[in-house]
């Protein structure tokens, strides 16, 4: 149990595109889901914290306008990363908070690539 | 500062040695403390809690220390399979919007090496 899934698994766009990547938990529910990006040989910083039914919260640095999050389900959020550019380009991770016991699990992380 | 620092290595080491990882944290607020395993292009693993009594798995055992902010992560008998990046992780409760923030560290990368 305790699976989340990230769709797609690797994208390669043109520069200016829009990007969406969606985070699900398959077998429980969320109310908080979490956004990291990774770039090569550095460590998962944390971009937003997304909570079910409400706005996200944006780390220091991080362009709301940029990478929109919604988050409309207990098992189901996304993250759009608009106009894109190839500093954008990165491994990006969903965690989903598990209700009940807090215990956070990630999914298996979406590496986009922004010619 | 960074909250959490560890020696990004690499260490290389031969298989069936001993390796120890360390880490020091900075915000006294964190409440939880992590090892991850991370694998080459994929996602970070759980590979066990950290506590002030100390805690093993098999061949893996982690500490705290709450007064220095400091956690370790030993290896013993290190194999092949254990090559990876590891990832000393902190959780803190968010005050305000709810959920618990994990902050990880930049990552040891360990080689073991025939």
């Known amino acids: 149990g305790a699976v989340v899934s990230q769709h797609p698994s690797w994208v390669i766009c043109k520069s200016g595109t829009s990007v969406k990547i969606e985070c699900r938990s398959l077998?429980?529910?969320?109310?908080?889901m979490f956004w990291y990006r990774q770039f090569p040989k550095q460590s998962l910083m944390l971009m937003a914290t997304?909570?079910?039914?409400?706005?996200?919260?944006?780390e220091q640095g991080v362009e709301k306008d940029k990478f929109l999050i919604n988050h409309a389900s207990l098992t189901l959020s996304t993250l759009t990363v608009t106009s894109a550019h190839p500093e954008d380009s990165s491994f990006y991770i969903c965690s989903a908070e598990r209700i009940g016991d807090s215990e956070q699990f990630f999914g298996p992380g979406t590496r986009l690539t922004v010619l | 500062r960074k909250e959490v620092e560890q020696d990004p290595g690499p260490f290389n080491v031969p298989e069936g040695a001993t390796v120890a990882f360390n880490c020091t944290y900075s915000?006294?607020?964190?409440?939880?403390f992590f090892w991850y395993r991370q694998d080459c292009r994929k996602e970070p693993k759980l590979l066990m809690s950290v506590y002030s009594s100390g805690n093993e798995d098999g061949r893996f055992t982690a500490q705290l220390n709450r007064a220095s902010q400091y956690i370790s992560l030993l290896i013993r008998d290190s194999k092949l399979s254990d090559s990876a990046t590891y990832l000393c992780?902190?959780?803190?409760?968010?005050?305000?919007?709810?959920?618990?923030?994990?902050?990880f560290g930049t990552g040891t990368q360990l080689k073991v090496e025939l």
């Open positions: 077998d429980f529910q969320a109310t908080t």
């Open positions: 997304s909570n079910e039914g409400s706005k996200a919260t944006y």
């Open positions: 992780v902190v959780k803190r409760r968010i005050l305000t919007g709810g959920g618990n923030k994990l902050t």
């Open positions: 915000n006294s607020a964190s409440q939880s």
